[in-house]
Structures are given as structure tokens and as C-alpha cells.
């Protein structure tokens, strides 16, 4: 009989296990609701930091904004690093695969490494990243920005909807926060930076390639627009004479719909209104305020910066004409980001050793990769998904996945030459 062998790290069927296995971490039993620094991130990051360990990374370790890190070492001491990565915090109800399939498909590289004792002539790093989706605090990306040196303390001072400010909610996490200047990559010593990311569109599974090369990432701008009228009672106070800040803001959302739809969406521009807010709400009283989320993207900064200026004159026309007042204040912006042309060759490369075709496509959704513009080469490999993302619906078959962990472990490979 013969000895029984260990799963193959780069099989679909045992990353998919592991994500089921991870999305068990969940702010809220039976949905995929995982913040940031919340008591479910902190046992998902204690588990990572384990696999981290069994899959061959050493000075496994959490940096000071609540990311673990790991490093597979060459063995050179003049070696430049590779980082690989992506980040494990969710929407509220999100699917399983946003951000985790990518640091666990990275994992999955380099236990196949390990696994044949294979080293390169640069450094791994693998980081799974504490906030890239921003939910629970104001600024997003942070955890990245760190990485990359961009870092901006005046976020350790935002608080979350319960008061409790970023800084707070760290120590409670156990992050070291005033190592937080130490996480910073040296670009002079970086090769690069590579993302393996669910697509969370539609193109690849109408293109039917169960991978592509991402060319570029959509530039960003958040903001939060506050709406103050006058409340009154909704039988007494005629029409003519209210200053409803709810009426008021829905014309304000439908004036950013507008803006976005208009010339045919040049650059892929897109503008979304997520969230609306109104305090107080009662059946019989005329909204005195209501605030609503903005969200703006393009893949020219140029596009955005344009359809920014229209959205803030229309806002404040219309909140003239309607007699309350209108505070926009943007909380984020991010530039587009173009990917390097030499690691996409290097992954497309990696993708037709596979027998598949290339296909390249554009990200029109954030991601980690993006900060790294300016500071080190970055890409992304995308994986086809079904059902976009950032919902339970949201899926990616594992045989999908293992194509995704051969084709980075293939790009690795050929970091030898």
C-alpha cells in the first residue's frame, strides 16, 4: 500500500476548502460579514498567520495596521522583493471570494515552492491586507498605503459609526500601530507588486477565459454629501413652504446618475450612490436632513476630475433652488493606475503556458495594487467570477482558482530567468 500524499497546495479544490473554511470568520452568523479590526478580522488574521506558517513563510507577523506578513526568503542577502498579496476584510453580506482568494492563492504559490524546496533570486513577501474595503472607517486602502510608504496618521484619528476612532479599535486588535512607518516597502529593494483578484464583472465569463491580465485600474473619488432643510409636520406644512432635505437629496441623486450616463460613460466612467441616510425618519415628518454617500470613477483622472466639478455645481444648484443647505465633503480620491507592461507580459506568458488564451481587461473596481503606483511595478491576475461582487451570489469555480495558482506559480517560476 502506498503512503498517502499530501493535496497538491495548487489545487482549486483545496484553496476552495480553505476559503469556505476562512469565511466561517463572520461578524454575523450566516452571512459574509467580516470589518475591519472586528472580532471575526482578528481570528481570520490568527488563522492566515497559522497557514502562513505551514506553507513554508517565515517572521510571520502582524504590522501595525492589523495586516499579516509573511516572507519566503532566496537565501541571497542582496535579493530585491516580490510582494504578493491582498486582504481578508468584507463588505457587510459579501461572498467569500473578494480580496481572500487572492492571499490565499498566493499562499497556495508558494507552498508549491516550498513544497519542492524551490527557491528564487528575490525575496517573497505575502501580505493579507487589514482594510481595503473601507467600510468600517472613512479612509480606505489603508493597510496597502502603509506597504507602499504612503500612509496618512491623520486616519488613525477617523472614528467608526460607533465613536470608536481607527487608533482605538488597532490596540484592541493587537496591532503594533507605532511600527506602522516600519511596514514601508524600500522601492529602491522591490521588484514588484502582484494581485490575484476575482474580476467582480462580467467580462471574462463573456469571454469565456477563466483568467485575464488586468491593463489598468480605475481612478477613485469618495465622498459624503450632508443635507440640512427644515423638519416640520407632514400635515400642517404646506407644500410650497417646505425645505425637505430628503426631497432635496434625491434630486441631488438622480443629478449624479445623470452626470455619469451622460456621453456614453467615456473612460468607463461610472457614479454610484450606495448609502442614504435620514436621521429622525418618521411617516409624518418632513425630512430636516438626509446625507447620502458618492462614488465616482473613471479610468481617466481627467473624466473623473471633470464629472467631481459637474456633481459638486449641480449639488449646489439644486440645494439653492431648493432652500437648504448642501455640505459635500470628498473623504478619498485615488488616481487611475496603469500596470506594468513587463510583469503583464511576464503573467500573460505564465497564462498561455497553460494552453489558454490571453485576454487582458481594464479594472473598474479598487484594488490594493492600485497604491503602488509611482512606487514599485504592480499587476493583477484576474479570475473569472460569477455574479460580480460584493454579494453572497459572488463565485469563482475551483477549477478556475487552481488555473489562478498554477499560472502565479508559473510567473514565479520564471523569475529564475
Known amino acids: ?12 479544490a483545496v484553496i476552495d476548502a480553505q476559503l469556505k473554511a476562512l469565511a466561517a470568520f463572520t461578524d454575523v452568523p450566516g452571512e459574509m460579514t467580516r470589518l475591519t479590526l472586528s472580532p471575526a478580522h482578528k481570528a481570520a488574521a490568527q488563522q492566515v498567520a497559522d497557514w502562513f506558517r505551514a506553507g513554508g513563510l517565515d517572521n510571520v507577523h502582524m504590522d501595525g495596521t492589523g495586516s499579516i506578513v509573511g516572507r519566503y526568503r532566496s537565501g541571497r542577502n542582496d535579493a530585491r522583493t516580490l510582494i504578493l498579496g ?24 508558494i507552498a508549491a515552492l516550498a513544497r519542492d524546496g524551490r527557491r528564487l533570486p528575490v525575496d517573497l513577501e505575502l501580505v493579507a491586507f487589514a482594510d481595503e474595503e473601507g467600510v468600517r472607517f472613512p479612509s480606505t486602502l489603508s493597510s496597502s498605503r502603509a506597504r507602499a510608504g504612503i500612509f496618512d496618521p491623520a486616519c488613525l484619528d477617523e472614528r467608526d459609526a460607533d465613536g470608536i476612532t481607527s487608533r482605538a479599535a488597532l490596540d484592541a486588535f493587537g496591532a503594533p500601530v507605532d511600527t506602522i512607518p516600519a511596514a514601508a516597502c524600500d522601492p529602491a529593494r522591490t521588484l514588484g507588486y502582484v494581485e490575484v483578484h476575482i474580476e467582480q464583472g462580467p467580462v471574462l465569463e463573456a469571454r469565456e477565459a477563466p483568467l485575464g491580465v488586468v491593463t489598468g485600474i480605475a481612478g477613485s473619488s469618495r ?10 409636520h407632514a400635515g400642517t406644512l404646506p407644500m410650497s413652504m417646505r425645505q425637505d432635505a430628503l ?5 441631488m441623486v438622480l443629478a449624479v446618475e445623470r452626470r455619469a450616463a451622460r456621453e456614453g460613460a467615456p473612460d468607463g466612467l461610472v ?5 442614504l441616510d435620514i436621521p429622525g425618519a418618521a411617516v409624518n415628518v418632513v425630512p430636516g436632513a438626509a446625507s447620502f454617500s458618492l462614488d465616482v470613477r473613471a479610468g481617466s483622472d481627467g473624466t473623473r476630475a471633470a464629472a467631481v466639478a459637474d456633481i459638486e455645481q449641480e449639488i449646489a444648484a439644486i440645494a439653492a433652488r431648493r432652500g437648504v443647505a448642501a455640505d459635500l465633503h470628498w473623504t478619498h480620491a485615488a488616481p487611475a493606475a496603469s500596470c506594468d507592461a513587463d510583469l503583464q507580459a511576464r503573467l500573460g ?22 497604491v503602488f503606483r509611482g512606487i514599485a511595478p504592480m499587476a493583477m491576475l484576474f479570475v473569472r467570477s460569477r455574479n460580480g461582487s460584493h454579494n453572497p451570489r459572488e463565485f469563482a469555480a475551483p477549477d478556475d482558482i487552481g488555473l489562478a495558482a498554477r499560472a502565479l506559480h508559473a510567473f514565479l517560476l520564471g523569475l529564475d530567468g
Do not use: F, K, W
Not at 1 to 12: I, Y
Not at 351 to 356: S, V
Open 223 to 232: 465622498g459624503r454629501c450632508l443635507v440640512h432643510g427644515e423638519a416640520g
Open 247 to 251: 426631497a432635496a437629496a434625491a434630486e
Open 349 to 370: 506568458a505564465a497564462i498561455q503556458g497553460l494552453g489558454l488564451p490571453v485576454t487582458a481587461l481594464p479594472s473598474g473596481a479598487g484594488h490594493d495594487a492600485m
Open 1 to 12: 500500500m502506498s503512503p498517502a500524499r499530501d493535496p497538491d497546495p495548487l489545487d482549486g
Open 271 to 275: 457614479a454610484t450612490v450606495g448609502v
Open 86 to 109: 491582498s486582504h481578508i476584510d468584507t463588505v457587510r453580506n459579501a461572498g467569500i471570494y473578494d480580496g481572500n482568494l487572492g492571499v490565499l492563492v498566493g499562499l497556495a504559490a
